[in-house]
């Protein structure tokens, strides 16, 4: 009961939700009853800020959420396996190891903790200042993390030998090991990227001043074989940098920021920021996501913008199916979008929350999504396309 007594408050909040409400219960049914999930997981009584799949078998997810919990479930059923307790801030990094070993939780105070997934107990933890991403090493048992302070940590687990590549003293604010997971691109809230060797500890490439960002750095990302690294920025421009000179390639900006500028001061800041990006491992494409709801697919071998495709509102993460030009788009009006980077055209729509989403994941043969949202809960979508 509690849980409906939740989801009852948030669905109250907007106006407008509230009105239809009152003016014609058929409609506020008829909304709800567009699920278009196979799988509902509502233990989390908060929004739910980051969910993980098992890199393995991709049937297991972790998610954590503001209510200071993170758990590990079962995908097919949503059928929990294990709470990740101990937290005492909001759940907001989760992830499994490469091999699906370990899964890592983190929160905002900086409290990380490592748990074995077969025993289900916990074999690590640290506390580090506030955290602000985290990611496991691609081949091995290592964890990343980025905090407030500007320090990249890195610790083998389970043994906890660590090391710390200082920054700027400012935040850390996104950050990717690199596919020979020998390097990691790390992105500050000065605007400034570097390039760190993990191994000897120190900065290959540092990008600042004109080579670097205006604003804060919100995503990175790197293509397939890591010879090209993509950065995006508040300053709502992406970059493209190659991973082995640090040099800037090329800046994608978009258009449609500078007549949004003239209308105010104060709004400038807020209008517009790159969100999220990655690139395509079957073409030569990057997808960048903006917080005015434009996706824009561009074409890396003649450095132009191939299509815009417009929502209608913010997105908030995008991720790119591992073996086709599928883009997949999740956004603050609580759909998840699939799109064809060829044509630049819609392919479906799933929706079922009834808040925004804030983080989802796609599995290794893009048939399912699941989804993390601000409506306190979970879900799994089956995007099987008959094209397949």
Avoid at 22 to 27: I, L, N, R, S
Avoid at 329 to 337: F, Q
Avoid at 373 to 385: I, L
């Amino acid at each position: 009961m509690e849980d409906v007594d939740f989801e009852d408050e948030g669905a109250e909040e907007p106006d407008g939700e509230a009105w239809e409400s009152e003016d014609d219960e058929g409609v506020e049914e008829g909304m709800e009853a567009q699920d278009d999930s196979e799988v509902t997981f509502s233990l989390h009584s908060a929004s739910v800020f980051c969910v993980s799949l098992d890199p393995k078998t991709n049937t297991l997810a972790v998610t954590g959420g503001e209510d200071d919990k993170a758990f590990v479930w079962r995908v097919s059923d949503g059928e929990l396996l294990f709470e990740c307790s101990g937290h005492k801030d909001s759940v907001t990094c989760a992830g499994f190891s490469h091999d699906s070993v370990f899964v890592a939780t983190g929160d905002m105070s900086g409290l990380i903790k490592v748990w074995r997934v077969d025993a289900k107990e916990e074999v690590w933890s640290f506390e580090v200042g506030d955290l602000e991403w985290m990611e496991w090493h691609p081949q091995a048992h290592v964890l990343l993390a980025g905090t407030a302070d500007g320090n990249t940590w890195m610790w083998k687990i389970p043994s906890g030998d660590c090391k710390t590549f200082q920054g700027p003293a400012c935040p850390a604010t996104c950050g990717r090991i690199l596919p020979d997971g020998k390097r990691a691109v790390v992105g500050y809230e000065d605007g400034t990227m570097r390039i760190w060797d993990l191994k000897h500890g120190t900065s290959l490439h540092v990008l600042k001043g004109q080579d670097g960002h205006q604003d804060p750095l919100t995503c990175v990302a790197s293509n397939q074989d890591g010879s090209l690294i993509m950065t995006g920025s508040v300053d709502c421009h992406a970059k493209l940098v190659n991973s082995a000179t640090g040099k800037v390639v090329c800046v994608f900006k978009m258009e449609s920021v500078t007549p949004k500028a003239p209308i105010s001061e104060g709004e400038e800041a807020e209008s517009n920021s790159v969100e999220s990006l990655g690139f395509c491992n079957v073409m030569p494409l990057a997808a960048v996501g903006y917080l005015d709801g434009t996706l824009a697919i561009y074409d890396l071998s003649t450095q132009s913008l191939r299509h815009k495709c417009q929502h209608e509102s913010g997105i908030v993460q995008l991720l790119w199916e591992e073996s086709s030009a599928v883009v997949y788009t999740c956004s603050l009006d609580g759909a998840v979008r699939l799109w064809d980077a060829r044509s630049g055209k819609m392919i479906s729509e799933y929706r079922g929350h009834s808040a925004e989403i804030l983080d989802f994941a796609v599995n290794k043969d893009a048939s399912i999504v699941v989804t993390t949202s601000g409506d306190h809960q979970a879900k799994v979508f089956c995007v099987q396309r008959p094209d397949r």
